[in-house]
């Protein structure tokens, strides 16, 4: 995944003055799965004028038939770019700010719930394909069929909501300066 960052989400942050050190250009993300309850996510943040590695791991397993224990942990390298007591500072801010988006994903999956034949559209993936692969972890080892076990790989296309994304921006950034001028 390839993502853009959001100029007025940064600008309501820190005001117009702008003041809070490089800009976030954007991040890379490639997440991979072993199995249905481990995933190890590489993800890189983009700066003007470098780059911030981190991993994010997570792991899950069943406690009863309707509970499981989750686990993560995030890893952050610090940046040859930044002096070490900044390099590290950065990495804890971003390490926090990993941590609290994926709890946001956490808050969505306590809700969730099955749906066995769902109205899908383009942007919600392979969720057949995802179902089939993960029916392997929930059958005797003799009922594993190959489409359950058949790899397959899926990019996400972002230009759509990154387009209307910027659109919202574009009026945030306007109210924003509407409102500036009118202070």
């Known amino acids: 995944m390839k993502g853009v960052t959001r100029e007025d989400s940064r600008r309501q942050r820190e005001g117009s003055s702008g ?20 995933m190890i996510d590489e993800l890189t943040y983009h700066y003007e004028g470098y780059d911030l590695k981190s991993v994010l791991i997570n792991c ?14 995030i890893m952050v390298q610090h940046s040859e770019a930044l002096p070490p007591a900044a390099a590290e500072a950065t990495a804890e801010k971003l390490s926090t700010f990993i941590l609290a988006g994926f709890q946001q994903d956490v808050e969505i999956w306590k809700n969730k719930t099955r749906i066995d034949n769902p109205l899908l559209c383009e942007e919600d993936g392979p969720v057949y394909q995802l179902r089939r692969w993960y029916e392997q972890f929930y059958t005797d080892v003799a009922d594993v069929t190959p489409e359950m076990t058949d790899r397959f790989e899926y990019e996400i296309d972002t230009t759509r909501p990154v387009e209307s994304w910027q659109k919202e921006v574009d009026a945030n950034m306007a109210r924003m300066d509407a409102e500036e001028a009118t202070a």
Request: aromatic share 12%.
């Open 19 to 38: 003041g809070g050190g490089p800009r976030m250009l954007g991040n890379t993300s490639i997440a991979t799965y072993h199995g249905p309850s481990f």
């Open 60 to 73: 899950h397993y069943p406690i009863d038939e309707n509970s499981f224990s989750l686990h993560s942990g």
